[in-house]
């Protein structure tokens, strides 16, 4: 007769073996082969031109992960691979329309930022310049060989203080001709006071001749600095204020018919992308997109026919969606895009404001392929979300969902689903409840 002991080791390891049996036939199953990772979504209508997508891919202490790939890829009209871009160790952040045709590329490679001039019909680099730059997300080319660089985690070790700044290097005088710093504009409270990745300012991008629109992440808001006064002269959101922005990335400058100052931004935290118009000294939210979808979108580019192309990092996704949220254009391209562009409409965005259309509301998107080239986290999260709705632990549940959104697909493998993930989590606690169980009873035997 089996022992009382014995019965509940074999429940334990049954647990366990089915917990984990349908991840390990995916990773037996999983083709790496036949898996691009590069997929056609909606295509509704054709794009005037083909789409450039920088994939920022997975790299750890200077290995990438040959599964989540770091590339640049470009996407026909009709949503039909064209070509892509990968070097070895190398991630791709910023990629910019030149106004002759090619592309400014911002590719953080250990502790250096490259940033190259990229011609897509040749697929080579025209030049190279190399900064002493961590993880340079954002550049922007100002003309005249002049380039101006987001450079965030600039942190002093013998001063314990951050030197986070935007700076503008000329190629032909090989020189820094100007400089910004943000420990002399902020507190140094601003954002829990000063750490390795204080601002984490991602995006750099010139307004008219002489302002310079920047986005610190960490502080919520993105601002506009005059580069002669040296003064902040607008500013979008709060440190802290997560109503407005959170962690946001990419934001841009647009001007309405009357002359209303405009910034579309993605708001990356809150899963959204969203449009303010300053009007009366007061920024006021006009549109809303995406909230039920989107999750952590990096990038929103007004287009000319008054659609907006979105960068949905995490759903590894770009889409042209119309103002009121219907997806025209989709392509899946992992590994965690970040930006996209139609370089045929030049650099950002160049369309009309939301109030210019009337367009000004909250739209979920739809008509979405909803594909899944690499397993999504949402599925999770929902189900902690809706669990725990109406419940004392709502709030708790939804912190936990958001969290395990946004930082599971960094280390999940491309081969197994987030219920997998889940699944392999259980049968770990199993596992150990299992040995501590076997631990204490050979202790109290002894």
């Not at 979108?297 to 026919?305: Q, S, T, V």
């Not at 990092?313 to 025209?328: A, I, K, Q």
């Not at 998107?365 to 594909?371: C, L, Q, V």
């Not at 930082?407 to 299992?434: D, F, H, K």
Request: glycine fraction near 8%; include cysteine.
């Amino acid at each position: 007769m089996i022992s009382r002991r014995t019965a509940l080791r074999v429940a334990a390891l049954s647990v366990v073996v089915v917990l984990l049996a349908p991840s390990a036939v995916a990773a037996l199953t999983y083709d790496p082969e036949t898996d691009s990772g590069l997929e056609r979504g909606t295509v509704r209508s054709e794009a005037n031109g083909s789409t450039v997508i920088s994939a920022q891919g997975y790299t750890f202490r200077g290995e990438t992960n040959p599964r989540k790939p770091a590339r640049l890829v470009s996407v026909g009209p009709n949503g039909t691979y064209e070509w892509s871009h990968a070097e070895a160790n190398a991630w791709f952040f910023e990629v910019d329309p030149m106004p002759n045709g090619n592309l400014l590329v911002s590719s953080p490679r250990g502790s250096e930022t490259v940033v190259f001039e990229f011609d897509p019909e040749t697929r080579e680099r025209v030049w190279t310049e190399r900064f002493a730059m961590d993880d340079t997300h954002g550049v922007a080319w100002l003309g005249d060989d002049r380039i101006a660089i987001a450079n965030m985690r600039a942190w002093n070790d013998s001063t314990g203080v951050s030197e986070d700044r935007v700076v503008v290097y000329n190629r032909s005088t090989d020189e820094i001709t100007w400089e910004w710093s943000f420990e002399e504009h902020y507190p140094a409270d601003t954002a829990g006071g000063y750490d390795e990745d204080w601002t984490h300012v991602n995006d750099v991008e010139p307004v008219g001749e002489n302002r310079l629109l920047l986005s610190p992440r960490n502080f919520d808001q993105a601002i506009v600095v005059d580069m002669e006064s040296k003064e902040v002269v607008e500013r979008l959101g709060a440190d802290g204020d997560h109503e407005v922005l959170h962690a946001q990335h990419s934001p841009d400058w647009l001007v309405s018919e009357n002359g209303t100052p405009t910034i579309l931004v993605a708001d990356s935290e809150n899963d959204r992308v969203v449009e303010y118009a300053k009007e009366d000294g007061e920024w006021t939210r006009t549109w809303t997109v995406g909230t039920e979808s989107l999750n952590w979108p990096r990038d929103a580019d007004r287009l000319p026919n008054g659609n907006t192309l979105i960068t949905d990092t995490l759903n590894h996704r770009v889409m042209e969606v119309t103002p009121t949220g219907e997806v025209v254009w989709e392509y899946y391209a992992t590994w965690g895009p970040y930006d996209a562009e139609r370089p045929v409409h030049g650099d950002d965005s160049n369309g009309q404001t939301i109030r210019d259309m009337n367009a000004s509301g909250t739209y979920a998107i739809t008509g979405s392929a909803n594909h899944s080239v690499i397993s999504d986290a949402t599925g999770v999260a929902d189900w902690l979300t809706a669990t725990a709705e109406g419940t004392p632990a709502e709030g708790a549940a939804s912190e936990v969902a958001t969290q395990w959104a946004h930082l599971l697909p960094w280390v999940q493998p491309v081969w197994m689903s987030e219920w997998g993930v889940l699944r392999t989590l259980c049968a770990l606690l199993v596992g150990l409840g299992w040995l501590g169980t076997e631990s204490v009873v050979r202790w109290r035997r002894t």
